[in-house]
């Protein structure tokens, strides 16, 4: 069944409250879905009322106001469901409001944690490497001085972190876009 098995999706319990606030992503688009009781929710700030019958196997009637939707659901795990109704296809992912706010701390400390690589502004020469492999970096902070057009120009970390690798070495020449080395955050 489509539903039933989500013990948490149809829980009315009010002293459960954030059991009963849910974020359904249809189609990639987030919505908040709260329940007040087995017959009334509101769904981005509008109270509605809906009933939904399972006729055959997977095959559903959800009432919300005096609309009524047929839709079969082909497709189930713990959070996505897809669903069919007439010619439409509707990928949705239910989460409770923790869970949303789970997978987004998850998604920044994933995303936060990337090797950056710094590539050479335009031919020259490395004429200093100021830092070596392992090194800590901040922002800004100078790891090695490229000389071109007989100017001095100081290479930065473009973010905090770690020099993972350094690919050049002193009296190195370089083309423009080499990458020289690499931070990890």
Known sequence: M??????????TN???????????????????????????????GEELEFEIFETVNNVYLLRI???????TC??????????????????????????EKASEIL????SSHHRLEVKAPMPGMILKLKKKKGDEVDHGEAV???????MENEI?????????????KEGAAVEKGAVLFSVEN
């Open 2 to 11: 489509c539903f039933k098995g989500n013990p948490t999706l149809f829980q």
């Open 144 to 150: 090695m001085i490229l000389e071109a057009m007989k």
């Open 65 to 71: 106001a005096e609309k009524i939707y047929n839709f």
């Open 107 to 110: 998604a920044q400390k994933v």
């Open 74 to 99: 082909a497709h189930k795990n713990n959070e996505n469901v897809i669903l069919f109704s007439q010619s439409e296809k509707f990928e949705i992912t239910v989460r409770t409001s923790l869970q």
């Open 14 to 44: 009010g002293s459960n409250r954030i059991m009963n606030e849910f974020i359904v992503s249809l189609n990639g688009k987030k919505n908040q879905l709260n329940f007040l009781s087995n017959s009334k929710v509101i769904y981005n």
């Open 156 to 168: 930065r970390a473009v973010n905090k972190g770690k020099i993972e690798d350094i690919y050049v």
